[in-house]
Each structure stands twice: as C-alpha cells, then as structure tokens.
C-alpha cells in the first residue's frame, strides 16, 4: 500500500468552538483539582494485598491474543456496518469466544435504518466497498466504463468531450450544495458513473467513504469514496487500469445485535453490583476498522479470557454492541430497555474503543468521561496505573462513544482511547489519520506495546472494582 505523502502525519486537530466550551469544562476540572490518587500506603497490607491482586491480570493478559481477535475482525470479515452480514459475523465470533470461557451469552437485536452499499470492482478482481446513494442507481445489474480523473466539476466546460460513457472521479467539494452541483454536471456530460473523493475527516482523520444525498433522482450510479480509494483509483487511471463495474445494494428491514456475556458474582446478595466492560464491533462502510473498534472488542475478549478463572464479588457483562456507528444505537437500545432497578444497579461502565492505535503522536491512554468528571471507571483505572508504575494513563473529557448514552442515564462510565492531547483549551488533539478509513488496518494501525497496556492498566483497574466486597447496607 503507497503511503500518503500530501499531509502533515502531526497536525494536531482544533475543535470548533460550540465543543471548546465542553473542552473548558473539563480542563477546569482537571485543573482545579488534579487527579488524587488512592492512599497506597507502601508496606500496608492493603498495598500489597491490592499489588498482588494486579499481578493476577498483568502477568496473564497477552497483547498477542487481544490482536489475535482484531486479525479475525478485521481481516478475516473486513468491514462490519451496522445492521449488515459482516457485523452479525463480528457477533457471532464474539458470542464463540465468550461461550468458550464459559460465560451465558445473550443475543439482543433492534432495527436500524436502510443501507446504501457500493461495490467498485476491477478486472483484476479488487473490489472496494462505498457508499451509493440512495437518489442514484442502485442496481446488482453492473454499470461498467473505464474511470477518468476530471479536476473541479462546478463548471460544465470541466469535463472533456469524451466524457459520455465514463465513470468520472470528481474531488468532493466540502458543501453538500457544491458536490450536488458537481454531480449535476457530470451526468449531463454524459457519466455514466460518478465517484466522489471525500478528503476531510471530521477530527482530521483522512475523509471516509459517504452516501451521497442527492435532492434530484437520477438513473446514474453516485458513489462516495473514501480519500484513500481516491488516491488510488488516481493512480489505476494513470497506468490505464481502471475499467470498473459498479453495482450498489439497498439492505432493508435490518437487524443489528448485542452480544451480552455475563459473568456471575461469586453469592449473589440483593446489593450485588454489576459492572460492565462494553466496545462495540461495528464498523464504517469501506473499513476494517482494526483499531476502530476491534481493538476494543480484543481487549475485551482477552479480558474476559483471563477474568474466567477468578471469583468476583460483582456480576460482569461484557458486551459487544453493534451500530455505534451509526449513532452509538446499540447502547442507546441497551441503556433503553433497563428498567430503574437495572440501572442502578450498575456501578462502572469500562467502555475501551481505539485502544491499540501505533500513530506516534496519541501518546496517552485516556479514561475519558462526558462531563470531565471523575468517576469509579476514571479512578480505579488512574489508580492502577499508578500502582503498576504505568503513566500512559490520564483522565480527560470527550464523548462520541457508547459510554453517552450510560453517561445520560445517570450511570458512572468512561471511554478509553489514546490519543495525543497539547491543550483542552483550545482542546488540541492527535488521533492516527487512518481511523474510518480502508487503512484502519493491523498493518497500519495496530501497535501490540499499546495493547498491551491498555490491557494490563483496564484490566486491573476493572479486576479492583469487582473483587471487592459489596458494603453493607446502611453502614
Ligand atoms: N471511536 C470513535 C470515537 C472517537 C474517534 C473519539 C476519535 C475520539 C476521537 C467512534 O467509533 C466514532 O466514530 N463515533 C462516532 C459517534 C457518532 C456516530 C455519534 C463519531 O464520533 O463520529
Ligand atoms: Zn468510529
């Protein structure tokens, strides 16, 4: 695969001002009180007690086996979007695993939305998934034609006179209203597919693949490419390889799934807690999603190998959740259908999603909560790492992950990513350029160092909460 030259690898990304004032927040809150750690009294017996206790799940957890879930995920299914047969594939490998360690396993499904999915083919058997969009053709009966690169496209004198009959590759302009207007004048030249390249990513990711909305209909397959797909269809057009067929599918009445693995309290009492540890396995359309989210789903997996031969004081759940993607749908349904007495119930929501990235700059592992504040989830994991003499762990604040919707219900939960951070306010972030890209993959992506840590600090932050004895009631 060519590396991508055009970019700054390390150019940190600035957020818009209505999330700085999110970002303030939570900087005061760190600042105003930095993190205290536990009284880890050295040569207690409680500080030896509680570093022999780590030693249980740092000593077993191996990166390798975690990565092992993430080849299988990512390379052996690929792309895995909400509610399609690659995610239900993700479920039941998940659903396997937890079996095998013993674990009861559950099945919750809920209905999502249609999808749009473009299938882009070479004579050479490549294949690349899009997006379609739903106002153009969408057909399994292949539009095929050789591709052309034409620069710009606001402007009917931008394509040449052969464009009749060619699928025309056109850079996306960034408004919805500049890249209808593109389509628009390609097909009166006469395309007979376009192909748009998205180039930004939200968070300064490289521009992911898209359904293009369309506000006329139009009996011309439109696709939205990912940047990458762009560059590389580019370089197939200049070595006169790009004779393409295109087909799309619109999946409807679709079914996307939880996985639920429980792990009983070793005596179960009426104050019995339970805690979660929850990554979704879903990806987005056209990437395998190796750190994003199979990471997550591996440290989940090899945790949960390694929990099974101990008792616990706490009920465990591990559960995979399908559709965040496509608007953190899976634990919005989860957190839905608790009633009262289940949410208060549990205690902490470990909710680990890009734990493994290699991108040099996300140089920390992050506990990050919604609001900024700390919480069990933060604490136990902060504290951990403290014992373990492991600083990747800080606290921080950002959303935009399955512990919303947990947060919004009242219930104490953190996301874990590492991500670089210079500043909350302004907040300044690095996240690896590759995530919802194609290149999201082991190769590019996936650094075993980083998993490994993010496996011993979450494991023993996690292992501290549900080993310990319930209080009594009213004491
Ligand atoms: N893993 C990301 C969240 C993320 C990425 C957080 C980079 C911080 C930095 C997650 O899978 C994701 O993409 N979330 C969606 C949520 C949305 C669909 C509600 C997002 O942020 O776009
Ligand atoms: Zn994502």
Redesign the pocket.
Known sequence: MKKLLDRNESTPVKMKKSILAYALAGALVFSASPFALPVAEAGTATAANNAAQDQKIVKRVEAERAIEHVRYLSEEIGSRPGGLEGEKEAADYVARNLKSYGYDVEYQYFPVADQYIADVAFEDGTSWEMGAAPNGKVSKEAVSGEAIYVAGGLKAADFPADTKGKIVLLTREASTAAYRTQVDNAIQAGAAGVILQSVVG??GNYGSTFSPSLTKSYDVPVYGAAYVQGEWLKERIEKGAAALDLTAVRYTDLQSVNVIGTKKAKTKTADTKEVLLTA?MDSVVGAPGAN??ASGVGLMLELARVYKGYNTDKDLKFIAFGS?????LGARYYVDQLSQPERDEIEAVFNP??VATKYEPAKNLYAMTVDGSKNIVTDSTVAAGARLGNSDILPGQ?G??DHVPFHNAGIPAALF?W?GIDSWDPLVYH?EKV??TPEDTIEDNISGERMQSALEIIGAGLFDVIRKDVPEKNK
């Open positions: 939200s968070r979704h994003d989210n965040e993607e496509r608007g953190l999603d890009m950002f935009s992950s990513i991500m996240i995530y919802h």
